[in-house]
């Protein structure tokens, strides 16, 4: 027959267990002490780094992009206010500011061609033209960084990815996956068809048709043109739904 344990043993097993309780307590408080000692001397010699090559990071945008990664990775970010000692340090906090409402501008300007949906990449070359005579170059990165400082403005200023593409939203239209997924497809020739969408996708008739017929709603609906546009009239006696955000809109903008 088993003896139970007496009162003496309960007590040294609840004892033993406080023990090992308070030891991991105490090698957790070591290791986060360390750790916060770390990340405060990564800090300063992030700010040293910067001090440094001050004038790489206001002018290459490579080298802006890795140190945009370094900051990340310690939670320092140079963007939080044009006002704060890394703003005062780099003077990218009025850069990227100025960068923002340039951004703002052109999605403006071109909103009635496009509806709201801009390819990232024809949004860099439209600033780099409105830029002409600015000291910085400006890449994707630098686009990506401003826009995400747009979106408390609360317009539906956002990047989305389709396909292998990112495009700037600057309507607060939902996208959805099927949507996505015809804006993928137009890529090619900047149009589809119900049926083309049908054979790529292997989609009905009728969820290719309520899909894009969706997309022209959701123009007219918030008064927007370009998001899509339907021609009725193709020699093919297809119906064609084009979407302008997929194609070069240069022409539509000024420099």
Not at 70 to 75: F, R
């Amino acid at each position: 027959m088993n003896r139970r344990p007496g009162i003496g043993g309960l007590q040294a097993a609840a004892a033993a267990r406080d023990q090992y309780r308070l030891l991991g307590a105490s090698v957790a408080k070591r290791r986060t002490d360390l750790m916060k000692e770390q990340l405060v001397t990564f800090r300063s010699q992030l700010e040293d780094f910067a001090r440094k090559h001050r004038n790489d990071i206001r002018k290459n945008p490579t080298f802006r992009a890795q140190f945009h990664e370094m900051c990340a990775k310690v939670g320092v970010d140079p963007l939080a206010s044009n006002k704060g000692f890394w703003a005062e340090l780099l003077g990218i906090g009025d850069f990227y500011y100025e960068l923002g409402v340039q951004i703002v501008e052109i999605c403006l300007a071109a909103r009635p061609h496009n509806g709201g949906l801009i390819n990232l990449q024809e949004l860099c070359n439209l600033l780099g033209q409105k830029r002409k005579t600015a000291r910085e170059a400006v890449s994707e990165d630098d686009c990506l960084q401003a826009i995400s400082k747009l979106k408390v403005l609360g317009s539906g200023f956002e990047v989305i990815s389709v396909g292998k593409k990112k495009l700037v939203r600057s309507v607060p239209t939902e996208l959805n996956k099927d949507h996505n997924e015809i804006l993928e497809v137009a890529q090619g020739q900047g149009y589809v068809t119900v049926e083309e969408v049908q054979r790529r996708l292997s989609w009905s008739a009728g969820r290719a048709t309520d899909a894009l017929e969706t997309l022209l709603e959701a123009s007219s609906c918030q008064s927007i043109e370009g998001l899509a546009m339907i021609d009725e009239g193709h020699r093919d006696g297809k119906c064609h739904y084009w979407f302008p955000c997929i194609s070069s809109i240069s022409s539509y903008v000024g420099s």
